[in-house]
């Protein structure tokens, strides 16, 4: 079978590429390069230019071919720009999970079968492949900890059959070790944990860099003033620290308007809600065939028993068997089957019990 193996320059997508070619596959480095600054490693993103040498050197070193893609354009276009327009609309955009679906995963799988002919496309991802009521569906990775199925789940229907993860079944650890068994120069290359283009900056501070300060007011759920802000983009729902105002009881924000400029902020119980309505859903599965299936509303929350979903025109209404707090417009709700991923969609509005 012909490989493509999308190279981080990582440990984790250099041992996929390992794995694959000590099983006879033909395989191919293909690595994406988003921009061309140079990023210290302190800022452990991805993607950089020294993360592009170190996905050809062990190319080299695996006696398989590479290429990198100059797709800086793309990605900014359909990320960096959706991540942008998405704050300054009051919500919070989960960039990785749309990365996966337009650019970097589900959509370079498309893109390599249709100017390459490669049957498919591996990744570094923690994520398991598996048969589920008679299709090819992503599964949580072995090692729960490192799991990142979730963000995944915008990934369109049509391109799980061109994915594959090597590494879905490994701990961190074995990953590791495989690489030093090989001597891999990547076996201790830190993870990148940062969204990769904000370069080390908070979201609101890199949004202020490019949009300017937009002032506001921080606004009690009661309706009087109680500071003031330099943009909603500095802030999410659910979040209680950095909030800049003093008050006698712990506040969260409760809510963006953009439309008024105004964080409105409230007390913990306030940020429960039951039902979520979903814009730009994905289904894996189709509903009709779905059995118990619960949501994940935010990385590493709790998954949630979903109760009953409802189809309102292009959004789906999902009620949940009980309140969370977790939820945020922007942010992607994923659905699971036990630990089978049968899509997800993203969260436009919460209500209330």
């Given at each position: 079978?012909?490989?493509?193996?999308?190279?981080?320059?990582?440990?984790?997508?250099?041992v996929?590429?390992?794995?694959?070619?000590?099983?006879?596959?033909?395989?191919?480095?293909?690595?994406?390069?988003?921009?061309?600054?140079?990023?210290?490693?302190?800022?452990?993103?991805?993607?950089?230019?020294?993360?592009?040498?170190?996905?050809?050197?062990?190319?080299?070193?695996?006696?398989?071919?590479?290429?990198?893609?100059?797709?800086?354009?793309?990605?900014?276009?359909?990320?960096?720009?959706?991540?942008?327009?998405?704050?300054?609309?009051?919500?919070?955009?989960?960039?990785?999970?749309?990365?996966?679906?337009?650019v970097?995963?589900?959509?370079?799988?498309?893109?390599?079968?249709?100017?390459?002919?490669?049957?498919r496309?591996?990744?570094?991802?923690?994520?398991?492949t598996?048969?589920?009521?008679?299709?090819?569906?992503?599964?949580?990775?072995?090692d729960?900890?490192?799991?990142?199925?979730?963000?995944?789940?915008?990934?369109?229907?049509?391109?799980?059959?061109?994915?594959?993860?090597?590494?879905?079944?490994?701990?961190?650890?074995?990953?590791?070790?495989?690489?030093?068994?090989?001597?891999?120069?990547?076996?201790?290359k830190r993870?990148?944990?940062?969204?990769?283009?904000?370069?080390?900056?908070?979201?609101?501070?890199?949004?202020?860099?490019?949009?300017?300060?937009?002032?506001?007011?921080?606004?009690?759920?009661?309706?009087?003033?109680?500071?003031?802000?330099?943009?909603?983009?500095h802030?999410?729902?659910?979040?209680?620290?950095?909030?800049?105002?003093?008050y006698?009881?712990?506040?969260?924000?409760?809510?963006?308007?953009?439309?008024?400029?105004?964080?409105?902020?409230?007390?913990?119980?306030?940020?429960?809600?039951?039902?979520?309505?979903?814009?730009?859903?994905?289904?894996?599965?189709?509903?009709?065939?779905?059995?118990?299936?619960?949501?994940?509303?935010?990385?590493?929350?709790?998954?949630?028993?979903?109760?009953?979903?409802?189809?309102?025109?292009?959004?789906?209404?999902?009620?949940?068997?009980?309140?969370?707090k977790?939820?945020s417009?922007?942010?992607?709700?994923?659905?699971?089957?036990?630990?089978?991923?049968?899509?997800?969609?993203?969260?436009?509005?919460?209500?209330?019990?």
């Amino acid at each position: 079978m012909r490989f493509a193996v999308g190279m981080s320059g990582g440990v984790d997508s250099s041992v996929a590429a390992l794995i694959l070619k000590e099983a006879g596959h033909e395989v191919i480095g293909v690595t994406l390069r988003f921009y061309k600054e140079i990023c210290g490693d302190e800022l452990r993103v991805c993607c950089s230019p020294k993360d592009v040498r170190d996905a050809a050197y062990i190319s080299e070193r695996l006696g398989i071919p590479h290429i990198t893609l100059d797709w800086e354009k793309l990605f900014q276009k359909r990320v960096v720009q959706y991540f942008v327009e998405g704050y300054m609309e009051s919500k919070t955009p989960n960039p990785c999970a749309i990365c996966n679906r337009d650019v970097k995963t589900g959509y370079l799988a498309r893109y390599l079968k249709e100017v390459a002919d490669l049957d498919r496309l591996a990744t570094g991802h923690y994520a398991r492949t598996t048969e589920y009521k008679g299709r090819k569906l992503i599964k949580r990775a072995k090692d729960i900890s490192k799991d990142q199925s979730y963000f995944l789940a915008l990934i369109k229907r049509e391109d799980l059959d061109l994915l594959d993860f090597p590494i879905g079944s490994m701990s961190k650890e074995e990953v590791r070790k495989m690489a030093r068994l090989h001597k891999l120069p990547v076996a201790e290359k830190r993870d990148s944990q940062e969204v990769c283009f904000l370069m080390g900056k908070t979201p609101g501070e890199f949004i202020e860099a490019r949009e300017g300060v937009k002032e506001g007011l921080i606004v009690h759920k009661e309706g009087y003033i109680l500071g003031k802000h330099r943009g909603t983009y500095h802030f999410t729902v659910g979040q209680r620290r950095g909030l800049g105002v003093s008050y006698h009881r712990p506040l969260y924000v409760l809510q963006l308007k953009g439309d008024e400029n105004k964080v409105i902020v409230g007390y913990e119980e306030d940020l429960y809600r039951d039902t979520i309505l979903l814009g730009d859903v994905n289904f894996h599965l189709p509903l009709e065939e779905w059995g118990d299936v619960h949501a994940v509303v935010r990385y590493r929350s709790q998954p949630v028993r979903i109760k009953d979903v409802q189809r309102i025109k292009d959004h789906y209404l999902i009620r949940l068997e009980r309140p969370i707090k977790d939820t945020s417009p922007g942010q992607v709700c994923a659905f699971y089957d036990g630990d089978v991923l049968l899509g997800g969609g993203i969260i436009e509005f919460v209500e209330a019990r």
